[in-house]
């Protein structure tokens, strides 16, 4: 037996999200169509975590378990030969027998892109979300920094979560900025990351919504430690569109390779 890790980038736009689901089409449905006609064998791939339709990821991390004997060095090409262009098998290596794509990450970082702009890009439609007027840049970079550290975010979590606990670290929250070529301000590419132990269903996307809000000048970022307090959904801002969001990368400490 051999326990297989993989990395996977794809462009989520086509699929219904990346869990398997019955009669939908998706990343994780995909993935092992590609692994049955390379292999003859039928499994289940466990991932780092979900992401919804129309998110993607240039870093997620998948495993499954095969008595396969293709040489580690073949499994990349083989697999990108059997998917969609639209998603790719970045790397591939052998991995413990206890190693869990979920439950060994130390570290996950998502990125939520925004531009500013009063026409949208036609060809980054599907990445970043288009918000036409200004955002101010510094209280929105002053805002993330509220939400550093370990919190209770309920306030920062769908109504759907399933999740009993609702505390979570975040280690590192910034944001990247890409001035407008038009040279005017509040104009651009904004770039969230955020970088903690593990996030709950929504909660970056309601992050970014929440840091609109704070850009348009609606709230200021000192009422950040307030939202968090509420433990209320209602207190946070809205849930951004799902096309700006993206499994940036997973951090596994080393022990996830032989």
Known sequence: MRNIGMTVAYDGTAYCGFQSQPELDTIQGRIE???AMLTEQEVVITASGRT?????AQ???FNFITTS???IERWALAMNSRLPRDIVIKDAWEA?????????????????????????????RHY??????????EPMRAALKHLEGEHDFTSFASPKSTKQIHVRTIYQAWMEYEPSPSGEPGR?????????NGFLYNMVRIIAGTLLVVGRGKILPDAIPGILAACDRGAAGPTAMSHGL?????????EERL
């Open 33 to 35: 169509k590609a692994i």
């Open 52 to 56: 919804d339709a129309g998110v993607h």
């Open 59 to 61: 870093g997620q991390v």
């Open 69 to 71: 004997a293709i040489p």
């Open 96 to 124: 413990p027998m206890d190693f869990h794509a979920r439950y060994s990450a130390k570290r996950k970082t998502y990125r939520y892109s925004i531009l500013s702009e009063r026409i949208p890009d036609l060809f980054q």
């Open 128 to 137: 970043e979300f288009h918000h036409p007027g200004r955002l101010q840049l």
């Open 188 to 196: 651009g590419r904004y770039h969230l990351f955020v970088t903690g």
């Open 246 to 254: 993206m499994l940036w990368s997973i951090d596994y400490g080393g």
